[in-house]
């Protein structure tokens, strides 16, 4: 960026020392990186030291001194995504790359970097490249995603139906797929015990009939006829 495009820049924020953030941050997003010589540039302007704002460009992780590549590829490092195996996500992204975490490959192309968290961590492992969310991320699914950000780059020219499920966010993870088989098991109906068939009673016999129907005889009385 020459001194007339920075010149643009500081009008719009009126040459004020307080918007020094905002200004840095349109030199970045348009250089890709903040040039030592713009830097000094925009410190004479606002009449601030030198050292003032080279503390401001290298606080902030949004700025950086070193050129970045056309697509930066953040992967989030975050508890949530390294349990679900955000480091080997890493690892092959360096490895397919050819750079470590921090680098930017030498046709200027990718900056790998790593986050905290991004807020989805549902969908973890997750990478963001140029702010597109890559969901439930493995080592598998590296090669894929970046030949969608390239497809994407050279004007989304990439085969229908690819682009769009690389690209759209994976489905969040239920409480539900969470439960444990045994859960499942339990909830199953269990199977009605088989009735034990009562044996058949014998049937009475006509003497035990007659016994029973039978009336009693008062005690200490003796039956006999009415006189
Ligand atoms: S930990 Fe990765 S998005 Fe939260």
Do not use: W
């Not at 001194?3 to 643009?8: S, T």
């Not at 930017?104 to 961590?121: I, Q, R």
């Not at 049937?203 to 007659?210: D, E, I, L, Q, S």
Request: aromatic share 4%.
């Amino acid at each position: 960026m020459n001194k007339a495009e920075i010149d643009k820049i500081l009008d719009r924020y009126a040459r004020h020392p307080g918007q020094i953030i905002a200004i840095l941050h349109e030199i970045q997003e348009s250089d890709r990186y903040l040039p030592e010589d713009a830097l000094r540039y925009v410190a004479d302007q606002l009449k601030i030291s030198v050292s003032q704002i080279f503390h401001i460009a290298t606080f902030y992780k949004a700025y950086s001194l070193k050129p970045k590549g056309k697509h930066i590829c953040n992967v989030c490092l975050g508890t949530a995504c390294h349990v679900r195996g955000a480091p080997l996500v890493l690892e092959g992204l360096e490895r397919k790359l050819g750079i470590k975490n921090g680098d930017t490959t030498e046709d200027m192309e990718y900056s790998l970097s790593t986050v905290n968290c991004l807020g989805a961590c549902a969908l973890g492992p997750l990478v963001t490249v140029d702010g597109d969310y890559f969901g439930n991320m493995n080592t598998a699914k590296v090669e894929k995603m970046l030949e969608q950000v390239k497809s994407k780059g050279n004007g989304g020219a990439s085969p229908a139906g690819e682009s769009k499920e690389a690209l759209a966010p994976s489905e969040p993870v239920r409480a539900e797929s969470l439960k444990p088989v045994v859960a499942e098991e339990k909830a199953a109906p269990a199977p009605e015990p088989a009735k034990a068939e009562k044996p058949a009673a014998p049937k009475p016999t006509k003497a035990a009939v007659k016994k029973v129907l039978k009336p009693k005889t008062p005690a200490g009385k003796k039956g006999g006829k009415k006189k």
